[in-house]
């Protein structure tokens, strides 16, 4: 598609999902109004009306509640940029939404026209109330983010991808793959790919091209190694390559089949109960996979087991999304929510999380050093115990509850 092209389909795109969206706000507008009589009722006030995207970000800049969440300050004349790596980003909006109408809207509109003079998208535009901005802020920093949590047995029990079963003197697992999904590294490997010859000839290759990214060298047909046979070239496209995977059989005699398990449940988490009484440590049987929850779930078993035998008592389980209080090093609480649970060769399980109400990806919150990452016993050190929030983010209990 030329770049004109690209350019008008875009902004037809745009144009569309522009309208799309207002349609949906008169109609939302529409059904909300049956709550009142009528989005004008009897007495001719309006009782309900849908402000635009454009308004809400004109007067978050105007108000400069931008810096809320970006620094905590507003000394830049709130021209920050709106930040979407908070949760609580929403609830700024939800702020400027309802203290918009049409005398808001007309104050607005002699604030461009002042900022306009001086060069500015908006003059500054007074709050609603005396100490608006700290007002506000005192409340949305006691915001805590409400995740949504499922517990049902939901989602792919395993990877599409089909293994081999364990072969060689090794018994590892073997999986067929484009050589361009190989690294450099795992070609010079003398145990990567698994046949001989082919490993020996796509090495040769790489050395002749000298060396670099498989996954551009060998986009070129004309790059690939080859075998020769009765005066035919064969290309060599995929190989055979050992993973270092636990696979599980699925079907049975000729319908058995070598999959990697897909998606982790959710982890159960039991204390060692010492003579006095106490947790000596905390600890857990291992990571439930979907496809354990699912075998569970056929055989009428509870989904979450919460017997390990003496001495173990169980403390709680968690999965994704739910949120544990911990302490914080500084002598206060903090909430964090569960954002992965990983389990390693030697069979130490891992539970990572995250601030509760940080919105941003993994790699990002990684590289931030905001990501924790906890055995089952750091938690105790840390005195965590699982909280569950209502919709408003308000905690309901404390205790245990699974």
């Not at 909430?335 to 990572?352: A, D, H, Q, W, Y």
Request: net charge positive; hydrophobic share 35%.
């Amino acid at each position: 598609m030329a770049d004109k092209e690209l350019g008008e389909f875009l902004e037809a795109f745009t144009k569309r999902q522009l309208n799309d969206t207002a349609y949906a706000s008169k109609l939302a507008t529409r059904y909300l109004g049956l709550l009142y009589g009528g989005e004008i009722d009897i007495h001719h006030r309006r009782r309900v009306s849908a402000s635009s995207g454009g308004v809400t970000k004109y007067l978050r800049d105007a108000w400069e509640l931008n810096g809320i969440l970006n620094d905590g300050s507003t000394t830049n004349g709130g021209r920050f940029p709106k930040s979407r790596d908070d949760h609580r980003h929403h609830a700024v909006d939800a702020v400027v939404i309802g203290l918009t109408n049409q005398s808001v809207i007309g104050e607005l509109s002699q604030a461009a026209k002042q900022g306009f003079l001086y060069g500015k998208p908006f003059a500054r535009l007074d709050g609603s109330w005396p100490n608006f901005i700290p007002t506000i802020r005192s409340e949305i920093v006691r915001i805590a983010v409400s995740h949504r949590v499922s517990k049902k047995v939901s989602g792919a029990m395993h990877k599409d991808t089909l293994y081999s079963p364990k072969l060689g003197p090794r018994k590892q697992t073997r999986l067929r793959t484009d050589l361009r999904n190989l690294s450099e590294a795992d070609i010079q490997s003398e145990n990567r790919i698994a046949d001989k010859g082919v490993r020996e000839r796509v090495q040769k290759k790489l050395k002749s091209l000298g060396g670099g990214d498989p996954e551009k060298l060998f986009a070129n047909a004309e790059n690939l190694p080859f075998f020769e046979k009765e005066g035919r070239i064969i290309p060599i496209k995929k190989a055979r390559v050992n993973e270092p995977v636990t696979t599980r059989q699925i079907g049975e005699k000729h319908s058995a089949r070598y999959v990697k398990t897909g998606s982790n449940h959710h982890v159960e988490i039991f204390a060692e109960i010492g003579p006095n009484g106490q947790a000596k440590k905390w600890d857990t049987p291992g990571v439930v996979k979907m496809m354990g929850a699912y075998k569970r779930h056929r055989e009428h078993q509870p989904i979450v087991s919460k017997e390990m035998g003496e001495p173990w008592k169980f403390v709680f389980s968690l999965g994704d999304r739910e949120v544990l209080e911990c302490d914080d090093g500084l002598g206060k609480r903090r909430l964090l929510v569960v954002r992965g649970i990983s389990e390693e060769k030697t069979g130490s399980v891992k539970i990572e999380l995250a601030p509760i109400n940080d919105a941003r990806q993994k790699d990002k919150i990684k590289k931030s050093g905001q990501w924790i990452t906890k055995s089952p016993n750091e938690l105790r050190k840390w005195n965590a115990r699982k909280v569950m929030l209502n919709p408003l983010g308000e905690p309901i209990t404390t205790e245990a509850h699974d």
